[in-house]
């Protein structure tokens, strides 16, 4: 089963994330696919994909974080400083920044520094949207608006009086 997808313009590839096959890499252009596992060992159970701006493809498993480089066509388990291996439900960027989000929070990822700092503790981040001044986010506890200016996080768990109800994996548009 399919359970994410993401397209590398650089290099026409589409990559796709299965529930217990990998990831499999689409060549569009020689029209030949490729399982990432011929170039090294992960978690098969994927669930979220991310092309970043330099190529890079970023992998959310059940278990762990990895990213594909296909420059040079290596996998590498990606570690949280703070807290070591953790599995990325979602990823988003920020400017320079990579934005990923856990089940432990959201953290920002400074790819010119190669440095990860969790900007929002303790909650379980299950899809995000980004705009000119805003990180929303949508968690097991309801939608979450960080103010980019101040990182001032706001939970809304109701709109105009309505209850929103409960949030789920891959929640936004």
């Known amino acids: 089963m399919v359970m994410s997808i993401a397209y590398d313009s650089q290099r026409h590839r589409l990559y796709a ?24 060992d992960f978690n098969v159970w994927v669930s979220s994909l991310y092309c970043d701006p330099m190529g890079i493809v970023w992998c959310g498993t059940v278990s ?22 953790m599995a990325a439900q979602c990823f988003g960027t920020d400017g320079h920044d990579l934005l990923i989000g856990t089940n432990e929070g959201l953290f920002k990822y400074d790819m010119r520094k190669s440095q990860a700092r969790m900007i929002l503790p303790g909650r379980n981040v299950m899809s995000m949207e980004t705009t000119d001044s805003d990180i929303w986010l949508a968690t097991t506890s309801g939608i979450v608006r960080i103010d980019k200016k101040t990182n001032m996080p706001h939970t809304y768990t109701s709109f105009g009086g309505y209850y929103i109800g409960d949030f789920h994996k891959a929640a936004s548009y």
Do not use: C, R, W
Not at 17 to 40: C, F, R, W
Not at 70 to 84: A, D
């Open 17 to 40: 994330a299965t529930n217990g096959g990998g990831v499999q890499m689409l060549d569009l252009t020689a029209h030949e696919i490729t399982p990432l596992s011929k170039y090294g």
């Open 64 to 85: 762990e974080t990895f990213l594909f480089n296909p420059s040079t066509l290596q996998l590498k388990v990606f570690s949280f400083e703070e807290i070591g291996n």
